[in-house]
């Protein structure tokens, strides 16, 4: 495809690495033509790249196959994850999952992009619902000031809860900022 077909959230092929187009937008210099300066993430290391494209220029377009996989159990640092629909397993390391290791929970749902086979993207979902197994005692008046203390989660995770959280509730994580969002009924 043409530099001026691409749209954001594609997946292009740039000297043979994967890239994200996070954004891009059509740039008139001073004596020269028009180009697009995009800001392209690298799937393999998450880096931020900027790269000027002219118009004209070709940029292979990778098509990423998107398929919804079930995370099964963790041995040690590799992570064992099942096919929905061919039931086929995989195993990843660490480095798929940057921190999102901790939000995996037996049985949670993720979304695995792969590319000729071989994944390159984990998706995690949005919010995870996680259990406290160690926090202090609730402080009294604490309410008033609005002091957080830490709460270790069933996972290792560990993350600042308000003080009326007590062990052995269930809370809401959003797995984007890592931040308690609410007590889960």
Known sequence: MRASEMR???TVKIDGKLYAIVDYQ???LGKGGAVYQTKLKSLTD?????IRLRSEEIVEEAFLDKRTYEYLYSSGSEHILMDTTTYDQITLDDDAFG?????LKPNSKLQVSLYEGKPVV????????LEITD???EIKGATATNQNKPATLETGLVVQV???IKLGELIRV???TGEYLTRVK
């Open 8 to 10: 954001k959230g594609q």
């Open 26 to 28: 059509h740039v008139k």
């Open 46 to 50: 998450g880096s931020i790249q900027n």
């Open 99 to 103: 921190d999102g290791a901790k939000y």
């Open 122 to 129: 984990v998706t995690l979902p949005n919010t995870v619902d």
């Open 135 to 137: 926090t202090p005692p």
């Open 162 to 164: 308000p003080p009326f």
């Open 174 to 176: 959003d797995t984007r």
